[in-house]
C-alpha cells in the first residue's frame, strides 16, 4: 500500500458502491437507510477527492462513467472482501453452523419470492390468450353454429382489436407513470387493474348475442396481452441486479409458455369430461384471480437475496 495515497472515507466508497450497482440514487438510498440527499453527498464528496466524475447525471437517472465503470468493480471487489473477511472471522467461533450462499445474480434470479410472483401472474395471463388462440374457432362452430369462414373472422378480430389496443394501452400507461418512481413496483397496480378486467372471460358462456360475445373476447384478450406486457415492464422496473435481467425475463417467458402449453391441453379434458366449453372459460377466470393474488407477492424491488 502506498501511504501517500489516502483512502476516500469508507462512508462515500459504500454510497458509491450502492448507486453505481443500482444506477439509481433512490433504490441505493433504501438499501443504506439513508435518504437520497445523503447519498448523492456522499457520491459528489468521492467524485471531488478524486478528481474524476464517476456518473454522468441524465434525465433518466445515472449513468457510471468508463472511469466509474472500472472504480466501481474494484470497489465492489474490495467491499466483496471485506464481507467475506468479516463472516470469517464471526464465524471461526466454535458454533457449527450450515451457511447457504449464493452468487447475488444466481440469489436474484432464483431465491427472491417476489419473482416467482411475477413469473404465476404471466403464466395465468398466458394461459387464457393460448385458450383462446387453440380452442375460440371450435367454440364458435361447435357452441355459437358458426361456420368455418366466420369462425375464422370472429376469431382473427380480436387480436386484430388487442395488437392496436395492446399499444394504445402502454402508451398511456406510459404517460401516467411518467412522473412517478417505478422502481417501487407502482406499476404493479395497472397490471392487477388488466388482470381485472380481462376476467370479464367469466362472462363468455352466459351472453348469447355474437355482438357481445365478440365484444367480451375481445376486451378479455386485450387486457390479458396488456397485462403480460406490462407485467415484464414491470419486472425491469423492479430489477436491482441488471446483470440478472436476462434471467428474470428468462423466468417469466419460461413461466408464461409452461401455463401456455397446459392451456389447450387441459381444455380438451375439461371438455372431455364436461361435454361443455363453459368450465373452460371459468378455469381461465380464476386463472386472472389467481394471477392477482400472485401479484400480491410483489412488494418490493428485486434485491438479491442475502448469501
Not at 27 to 42: F, G, I, Y
Not at 93 to 108: E, T
Not at 223 to 230: D, I, R
Request: with cysteine; net charge positive.
Amino acid at each position: 500500500m502506498n501511504p501517500k495515497v489516502r483512502l476516500p472515507p469508507l462512508n462515500a466508497l459504500r454510497a458509491f458502491e450502492a448507486a453505481a450497482r443500482h444506477e439509481n440514487l433512490t433504490r441505493a438510498a433504501d438499501e443504506l437507510n439513508v435518504t437520497q440527499a445523503a447519498v448523492s453527498h456522499q457520491v459528489k464528496l468521492l467524485e471531488e477527492s478524486l478528481g474524476v466524475p464517476l456518473f454522468r447525471r441524465l434525465s433518466g437517472g445515472l449513468k457510471l462513467t468508463e472511469q466509474g465503470k472500472r472504480y466501481a468493480m474494484a470497489v465492489n471487489n474490495a467491499m466483496q472482501i471485506l464481507l467475506q473477511a468479516t463472516e470469517n472471522v464471526l464465524g471461526s467461533g466454535d458454533k457449527q453452523s450450515l451457511r447457504i450462499s449464493a452468487q447475488p445474480n444466481f440469489a436474484s434470479r432464483w431465491l427472491v419470492p417476489r419473482l416467482w410472483g411475477l413469473v404465476i401472474t404471466h403464466g395465468c395471463l398466458t394461459y387464457s390468450i393460448y385458450l383462446f388462440l387453440t380452442w375460440l374457432p371450435s367454440y364458435l362452430m361447435d357452441v355459437r353454429g358458426l361456420t368455418i369462414m366466420s369462425a375464422g373472422f370472429v376469431g382473427t378480430l380480436p387480436y386484430i382489436i388487442s395488437s392496436v389496443g395492446t399499444i394504445v394501452i402502454g402508451l398511456l400507461s406510459d404517460r401516467y407513470l411518467s412522473n412517478k418512481d417505478v422502481s417501487r413496483g407502482g406499476r404493479k397496480w395497472l397490471v392487477i387493474l388488466m388482470l381485472a378486467l380481462s376476467s370479464c372471460v367469466f362472462l363468455v358462456p352466459v351472453v348469447q348475442s355474437t355482438f357481445l360475445l365478440v365484444a367480451i373476447i375481445s376486451a378479455s384478450i386485450l387486457f390479458a396481452t396488456a397485462a403480460n406486457t406490462m407485467n415484464l415492464a414491470l419486472t425491469g422496473d423492479l430489477i436491482v441486479d441488471k446483470d440478472s435481467a436476462g434471467a428474470a425475463y428468462g423466468l417469466l417467458i419460461l413461466g408464461g409458455n409452461t401455463f401456455g402449453f397446459l392451456a389447450p391441453l387441459i381444455t380438451g379434458y375439461v371438455i372431455q369430461v364436461t361435454h361443455s366449453y363453459t368450465w373452460s372459460f371459468i378455469i381461465a377466470g380464476l386463472f386472472m384471480v389467481a394471477g392477482i393474488v400472485s401479484l400480491s407477492l410483489v412488494k418490493r424491488p428485486l434485491q438479491p437475496a442475502e448469501a
